[in-house]
C-alpha cells in the first residue's frame, strides 16, 4: 500500500492559525459508514449522536510547555523539546541543532534554576535528558515557567492563550502535543452529555514523537511508529466492559485514545487495565476490536492519522469526504473542525 494512495489536494488557507472563540462552536462532519452518509453539522450537535449506554473515552494528558532554551557549557545556544517522560524528571527529547547537544554535556536552563545531562541518544536521533532543579525548586514548576507551548510546525500565529491548546479535562502532565480532537468540548457540552446518560471515561496517552512523526517511506507497511506510554484505569476498563455487554457503543474521542484502547483490547474486544507503552499502527487492513465510533480532527495529507482514519471507515470514503470538506472550506488540522464517524 502506497503511502500517496492517502494524500490529498488541501488550499494553504484552510489551515487554522488559531482556535475558534468557543470550542464548541467547530463544525462537524459526520460519517455514517454503513450508508456511506455525510451530514454537516456543529460540535455542540454532539450529543444528538450519541445513546445513553455509550461511553464516550476522552484522554486527559496534559501537554507542558515542553520548548525549553538551554546553554552549553561554551555558551552555544540549543533548543530541547521535551517529548516523552521516563520517570525521575528523565525524558527523551530532540535538540536542535542534535549536534550540539552532546553526550555528557550538562545543559543550562532557566538562568543556571535548571540543568540537564545528556544522558545518551535515541534511536531516531534524539537525546535522553536527566533534568535537575537548583535547591528548593522543583523542575514541573521551572518547565511551566520558562518553557513554550510547542504548537505544532504549520501554525505560524502565535498562541496568546496556551491554555486553548488544552482541553479542558487535561489533568496527567506529560504531552509534547495536544490530543485535538478533545479541543472542541466545553464543561458545559460534557455535562449535557452525561447528562443524557452517556458514560464518560477517561484514558491518558502522552502524546509525543509517534503521532505526529512523518511517514518517509514509499510504502505504508513500512513506516514504524514510536512508542507512547499509556495508562487505563481499573474503572476505566471497567465503564468500557460494561457498556459494551450491554449494547451500548464505545465513542473514543481522537486519534490517541483510539490507539489506548486498541492497545488494552483483547481479540474479543475486551479492554484490559494497565499501564504500558503502544506502537501500534492502524492502517487499511486493521480489525478494530473495542471502538465502534469516533471523534476525530482533520488530518494532513499521507500522515499515519489519516491512515487510521481510513482503517476505521474505509480510504474512498473518508478521501471523498475531505474533498467535500476543502469545498465546504472546512478548517482543518489541530484548531480546525471535527469529524464524527458512526
Not at 517529548?83 to 550540539?100: H, I, K
Not at 505544532?152 to 488544552?166: A, F, G, N, V
Not at 496527567?172 to 455535562?191: C, I, K, Q, Y
Request: glycine share 10%.
Amino acid at each position: 500500500m502506497r503511502v500517496d494512495d492517502f494524500d490529498y489536494g488541501l488550499p494553504e488557507e484552510l489551515i487554522a492559525q488559531v482556535p475558534l472563540t468557543a470550542r464548541d462552536a467547530s463544525r462537524l462532519m459526520v460519517l455514517t459508514r454503513s450508508e456511506h452518509l455525510v451530514e454537516h453539522r456543529h460540535f455542540r450537535d454532539l450529543p444528538e449522536y450519541l445513546r445513553p449506554g455509550d461511553v464516550l473515552v476522552l484522554n486527559d494528558t496534559r501537554v507542558i510547555p515542553a520548548r525549553l532554551a538551554a546553554t552549553r557549557p561554551t555558551g552555544g545556544k540549543v533548543e530541547i523539546l521535551l517529548l516523552t517522560p521516563r520517570g525521575g524528571d528523565v525524558w527523551e527529547c530532540l535538540a536542535r541543532p542534535g549536534r550540539r547537544a552532546q553526550v555528557g554535556q550538562t545543559l543550562t536552563f532557566a538562568g543556571g534554576r535548571m540543568t540537564g545531562l545528556v544522558l545518551g541518544k535515541t534511536e531516531y536521533g534524539g537525546r535522553v535528558v536527566q533534568l535537575s532543579a537548583a535547591a528548593g525548586l522543583d523542575v514541573d514548576s521551572l518547565v511551566d515557567a520558562v518553557g513554550e507551548m510547542p504548537v505544532p510546525h504549520y501554525i505560524k500565529s502565535r498562541l496568546d492563550q496556551p491554555e486553548r491548546y488544552q482541553t479542558v479535562y487535561a489533568r496527567e502532565r506529560g504531552s509534547a502535543a495536544a490530543p485535538t480532537a478533545g479541543l472542541h468540548f466545553t464543561p458545559d457540552l460534557l455535562g449535557q452529555i452525561e447528562g443524557a446518560g452517556v458514560v464518560i471515561a477517561r484514558v491518558t496517552l502522552h502524546v509525543g514523537l509517534g503521532t505526529f512523526r512523518p511517514v518517509k517511506t514509499e510504502q505504508v507497511e513500512e513506516h514504524v511508529m514510536h512508542s507512547e506510554h499509556y495508562e487505563v484505569s481499573a474503572e476505566t476498563a471497567e465503564a468500557i466492559n460494561s457498556a459494551r455487554a450491554a449494547g451500548g457503543r464505545v465513542v473514543a474521542v481522537g486519534t490517541t485514545t483510539v490507539r489506548t484502547l486498541e492497545s488494552s483490547a483483547d481479540a474479543d474486544g475486551r479492554v484490559a487495565p494497565g499501564a504500558g507503552w503502544t506502537s501500534i499502527f492502524i492502517y487499511p487492513g486493521y480489525v478494530f476490536r473495542a471502538v465502534d465510533a469516533m471523534v476525530t480532527n482533520l488530518h494532513l495529507p499521507k500522515s499515519t492519522l489519516i491512515m487510521m482514519v481510513s482503517a476505521f471507515a474505509g480510504r474512498e470514503f473518508v478521501l471523498d469526504a475531505y474533498r467535500h470538506a476543502v469545498e465546504e472550506k472546512y478548517r482543518f488540522f489541530s484548531f480546525g473542525d471535527a469529524m464524527l464517524i458512526l
